[in-house]
């Protein structure tokens, strides 16, 4: 019976390794590289045991920890600092790399037929998944003993062989347990668009539970795996076994998967689907009405997800002011702007963070264009009455859309949040203008997307480094005393933190004429290079 179930996987696991030849080392390169270049960065910007401590005493406000997670901080030392700022975000980048990867091999190769064609011979009925999976969890083990033992090799103060192994052992488990969160979904869904989209929402739900929960009731941060993260407090009391839950659940949702795999009809999904409509609508009929319904559930899901993270945000406000009112540190350290409150400056920051995290979304959204290609979609409207100016310029007027839909229902999110937690409620203008002012960054990011599917179609993944980059020197910049030109090689550099600085409209002009001109140059590319399918 194994024998007929399980039958080839090796060979198939074998297939799986040669098609991700460039893609698994690449992942892997990139998140060792940023792992350990933090902890040698840390040890020239705090030497010393009273300059990590400062740094301890402002990670206590709210803000951060929603954003990085609780640890022990009376005792902050070297890996204490490096496990409590950068585990979380490097393990939500190690769940992205899963869910694209384990999507990539499962729902999306029965999408595109390719699994009807392994089936055709002799080989087991869950081989395909259970290849899939048994690659990646080696995949994610090999990370796990690089990080573990590559930390302990760079011979740093405080991080021990036992704290080490548990940071990679940390992020091994969360990439098995998101390869097992998608392998569910993958059969729940009928498209990996949907599969992406169900276990990125989980990803986010995550993130927000874990937020909420260690900011304001602990005992909720328990409901999300990230929350696990912080449990185990690596470097500290080194807690192994909420790792151990997370692998455990990770099993649980590998049975589950390979359960429901068995249980259904090929190309087929659990979740029910409705019949389309015998006639499409005029709406559907165009270019832009078949890229908005294509897109449709992502967007949805997406904005729900904006509106969280704004709720989540703005739900820590009330707290900021009190907190800073006892710490003279923080007042010191906050000064800069005596006109504006501690809470309107931390604002600012966050504004920033939802804006660059909006920008993901617009941009899959112009991503599309050449995942349909890729898909051999295209031709079949290209041989219609459509050109292509018309046919790239309706996805770029959904993703320029699509990023204004992100950014306001973000901070529409913050500003209800902030009505409930303020004493002094802030005007809805003043809000939505602290996000909105960041859309001129967000457009250069689309036409930047707009130049690689141009010219460089193949290279579109590549806009994810760029978002990626600008993530790191805004958010980390300041930590690690960064110069200003590394923000200013992102347009969100160049915009003004409101309410702390003045509104210019120069930069924001400047940001849209260049995002006119790139996405004009990546039109003309896009009319002259060949279609492929």
């Given amino acids: 019976m194994a024998d007929i179930i399980f039958k080839r996987t090796g060979i198939l696991s074998r297939l799986i390794l040669r098609r991700d030849r460039f893609r698994i080392p690449v992942w892997l390169i990139g998140i060792g590289f940023f792992t350990f270049i933090v902890p040698v960065a840390f040890t020239e910007l705090y030497g010393t045991q009273a300059q990590r401590d400062i740094m301890a005493q402002t990670m206590k406000n709210p803000a951060m920890i929603a954003m990085v997670g609780t640890h022990d901080l009376t005792h902050y030392t070297l890996g204490v600092m490096t496990a409590h700022q950068m585990l979380l975000m490097t393990a939500v980048v190690v769940a992205l790399m899963s869910i694209l990867l384990v999507t990539r091999h499962t729902r999306e190769e029965e999408e595109n037929g390719r699994i009807e064609l392994i089936r055709s011979l002799p080989v087991g009925r869950l081989s395909s998944l259970n290849a899939a999976l048994f690659v990646y969890t080696g995949v994610h083990i090999l990370l796990a003993l690089l990080i573990g033992f590559g930390l302990y090799a760079l011979n740093l103060e405080s991080m021990d062989l036992e704290g080490s192994v548990l940071y990679g052992v940390a992020l091994g488990a969360t990439g098995i347990f998101f390869a097992g969160v998608t392998a569910f979904f993958a059969q729940l869904c009928e498209s990996s668009r949907g599969t992406i989209g169900f276990s990125i929402a989980i990803l986010l739900i995550s993130y927000i539970v874990r937020g909420i929960g260690d900011v304001s009731n602990p005992a909720l941060s328990w409901f999300s795996p990230l929350g696990w993260l912080s449990k185990a407090e690596v470097y500290g009391s080194n807690n192994w076994w909420p790792i151990g839950l997370m692998i455990g659940i990770s099993l649980i949702l590998f049975f589950l998967a390979s359960y429901l795999n068995a249980s259904r009809d090929l190309e087929s999904g659990l979740l029910p689907s409705k019949p ?201 910049g300041g930590l690690f005393q960064l110069d200003d030109w590394f923000g200013n090689l992102s347009p969100f550099g160049h915009i003004p933190q409101l309410p702390i600085e003045k509104l210019t409209w120069a930069p924001m002009i400047t940001l849209v004429g260049i995002a006119v001109i790139i996405s004009a140059i990546g039109i003309i590319g896009y009319k002259r290079r060949d279609i492929t399918g």
């Fill in 276 to 476: 389309g409509r015998k006639h499409a609508s005029a709406l559907l009929q165009s270019p832009i009405g078949l890229g908005l319904r294509l897109q449709r559930t992502g967007i949805i899901s997406w904005a729900v997800g904006m509106f969280l993270i704004g709720v989540s945000y703005g739900s820590v406000l009330g707290d900021l002011d009190s907190f800073f009112e006892g710490n003279d540190l923080m007042k010191q350290m906050l000064s800069s702007s005596k006109s504006h409150t501690f809470t309107e400056q931390f604002m600012s920051m966050i504004m920033m963070i939802s804006a660059i995290i909006a920008s993901i979304p617009a941009v899959m959204s112009m991503n599309k264009l050449y995942g349909e290609e890729k898909k051999g979609r295209i031709e079949h409207l290209l041989v219609r009455a459509i050109s292509r100016t018309k046919l790239l310029g309706s996805y770029l007027v959904i993703s320029i859309i699509n990023g204004f839909v992100m950014l306001s229902v973000a901070s529409i999110g913050m500003w209800f949040a902030s009505l409930a937690v303020l004493d002094v409620s802030l005007s809805f203008r003043k809000v939505y203008g602290m996000g909105l002012v960041y859309y001129p960054a967000l457009l250069v990011m689309i036409s930047v997307a707009v130049l690689f599917i141009g010219y460089l179609p193949r290279f579109t993944s590549f806009i994810w480094l760029y978002v990626f980059y600008t993530f790191i020197v805004l958010y980390m």
